[in-house]
């Protein structure tokens, strides 16, 4: 499935995920804008591509202000002339229990996750629209978005936030012919080494062990480069039709996730009070509550 022509920018590409992003799509063709904060790491992706014969520079900003995302738009159409795909994959962990979580554990997270990846889609949006050929943008969420994770109100709620916003610019981009996406990954990488189940997992994959089946298949948990391909597809035109979507991949497993749906309804003329609610939901409701938390982690 070939890239060839096409220009990407991948924010937080100097290592793991972003990194595997990065070398996946330049394979497939694509000329790369290699973002990240480290520019030591930045520039050995960027090294890798050329070395293997394809195109790539290196923007080295945090994301999050409209000045970084203007700059990584910028930089691939000076550098290349054109902007076909974003994937925002940059992120940080700042995890602490809700009680000793501070303002700056909270806004960290949700600058580089949330607002780093509104203002990229935008600047990639404005970038796209203008040229008049359609785009792909492509969000990277998390299971902790889906389900909740303990320990992680900044991280969830940007995640969860992200395929929020991914669903809505599927629609206010249909016409120009831009998708919007959200993947869904689990990988081993430094940021799953810190959940405990998976600490010794991770700690084994990178000792240059084998990731054992069951972890593949029932934990879907795989390497990054399990992840690259479906952002390659995403990328490419074989993906035009595929817009608003949460996919999940990794390990041996591809997701589709659904969208927030109602689980059921009652009505009472008059409205309710507060016993009636109660006698409903022992009734009706009660035995459709979900619970939060990662269904893999049970």
């Given at each position: 499935m070939r890239l060839d022509g096409r220009v990407v920018i991948v924010t937080?590409?100097?290592?793991?995920?972003?990194?595997?992003?990065?070398?996946?799509?330049?394979?497939?063709?694509?000329?790369?804008?290699?973002?990240d904060v480290d520019a030591q790491s930045a520039a050995q992706t960027v090294s890798d591509i050329t070395d293997a014969g394809g195109s790539a520079v290196a923007v080295v900003a945090a994301v999050g202000t409209s000045?970084?995302?203007?700059?990584?738009?910028?930089?691939?159409?000076?550098?290349?002339?054109?902007?076909?795909?974003l994937v925002a994959n940059a992120g940080v962990?700042?995890?602490?229990?809700?009680?000793?979580?501070?303002?700056?554990?909270?806004?960290?997270?949700?600058?580089?996750?949330?607002?780093?990846?509104?203002?990229?889609?935008?600047?990639?949006?404005?970038a796209m629209r203008e040229r008049g050929e359609g785009g792909r943008i492509i969000l990277?969420?998390?299971?902790?978005?889906?389900?909740?994770?303990?320990?992680?109100?900044?991280?969830?709620?940007?995640?969860?936030?992200?395929?929020?916003?991914?669903?809505?610019?599927?629609?206010?981009?249909?016409?120009?012919?831009?998708?919007?996406?959200?993947?869904?990954?689990?990988?081993?990488?430094?940021?799953?080494?810190?959940?405990?189940?998976?600490?010794q997992v991770y700690e084994d994959f990178v000792a240059g062990k084998g990731i054992p089946t069951e972890y593949r298949r029932d934990h879907a948990?795989?390497?990054?480069?399990?992840?690259?391909?479906?952002?390659?597809?995403?990328?490419?035109?074989?993906?035009?039709a595929v817009?608003?979507?949460?996919?999940?991949?990794?390990g041996d497993r591809l997701a589709l996730y659904a969208h927030p749906a109602v689980l059921e309804t009652a009505d009472r003329d008059g409205g309710w009070s507060a016993e009636e609610i109660d006698g409903v939901w022992r009734d009706r409701f009660a035995p459709l509550a979900q619970r939060s938390g990662p269904p893999t982690l049970d």
């Open positions: 937080g590409a100097g290592r793991s995920l972003g990194r595997a992003y990065a070398l996946a799509l330049a394979d497939a063709g694509a000329a790369v804008v290699v973002n000045a970084a995302a203007d700059e990584l738009a910028a930089a691939a159409l000076s550098s290349f002339g054109r902007l076909d795909v962990l700042r995890d602490r229990v809700l009680w000793k979580m501070s303002d700056d554990d909270f806004d960290a997270v949700i600058s580089t996750h949330l607002r780093g990846s509104f203002t990229c889609g935008r600047a990639a949006a404005v990277i969420g998390s299971p902790a978005g889906q389900f909740g994770s303990f320990g992680q109100t900044n991280y969830a709620a940007a995640k969860a936030g992200l395929v929020a916003m991914a669903r809505t610019w599927s629609l206010e981009l249909a016409r120009a012919g831009i998708t919007a996406n959200a993947v869904i990954p689990t990988a081993l990488s430094p940021m799953t080494a810190t959940i405990p189940a998976y600490t948990l795989g390497t990054p480069e399990d992840v690259a391909a479906l952002i390659v597809w995403l990328a490419s035109e074989h993906s035009a817009t608003g979507q949460a996919i999940g991949i990794g």
